[in-house]
């Protein structure tokens, strides 16, 4: 893959329990387009991943909720799994964050159960989305038009379904962060 994305920091916002595969894939695929990925988190030191059926691997917070702004990042990654975003669209200071990305028109990516935390920050209002399909009458309660689709990309915002859709969601994520800003959401 090409240095599509060379000189650009990536923000990848977990809580516990986040899909591992759905943070391991997109940020592998990050790395390798040149982008410096890193895992943000409210939790210290290291975070737990879900494994399909079970808690799997730790890995490190590079940067600390607290400590971590928008403006310091060109593009947000949302991995899913139900217990990630669902701590992470109650957390007042993740809410923030994510919304600082939407309101600046940075690209986001969000798969599976991730747009739950979009819905928290306001960002899906008139936006075409996809995500697991339990978050269809969410997306559509807050104002989105839901498609069931491998990817969906709405002006900067990439969307899918489940991690059987991650190759096509990295193309896309790729794709959208080389792109830069777009137009606030």
């Known amino acids: ?20 595969i759905e943070l391991e894939k997109p940020k592998a695929a990050l790395e390798e387009a040149g982008a410096e990925a890193h895992i943000i988190s409210p939790q210290s030191g290291t975070v737990k991943g879900w ?6 691997k730790e890995f490190n917070v590079d940067v600390d909720l607290k400590q ?27 809410v923030a964050f994510v919304r600082a990305f939407s309101d600046n028109g940075k690209p986001i990516a969000a798969i599976c ?18 995500s697991w399909p339990s978050l269809k009458s969410d997306l559509t309660n807050a104002g989105a038009t839901w498609v069931d689709e491998e990817v ?4 900067g915002l990439v969307t899918s379904r489940k991690p059987d859709d991650i190759p096509a969601f990295n193309q896309k994520m ?6 830069g800003k777009h137009s606030s959401f």
């Open 152 to 155: 969906v990309t709405d002006n």
């Open 113 to 130: 159960h991730g747009p739950w935390t979009l819905i928290e920050a306001q960002a899906v209002q008139g936006r075409t989305m996809t």
């Open 68 to 94: 971590a702004t928008a403006a310091d990042y060109d593009a947000l990654l949302l991995p899913g799994g139900v217990m990630n975003p669902d701590y992470l669209r109650v957390n007042p200071q993740a």
């Open 51 to 56: 494994d399909m059926t079970d808690w799997g």
């Open 174 to 179: 790729i794709e959208e962060f080389a792109e």
């Open 1 to 20: 893959m090409s240095q599509k994305l060379a000189g650009k920091k990536i923000a990848i916002l977990v809580e516990n329990g986040f899909e591992q």
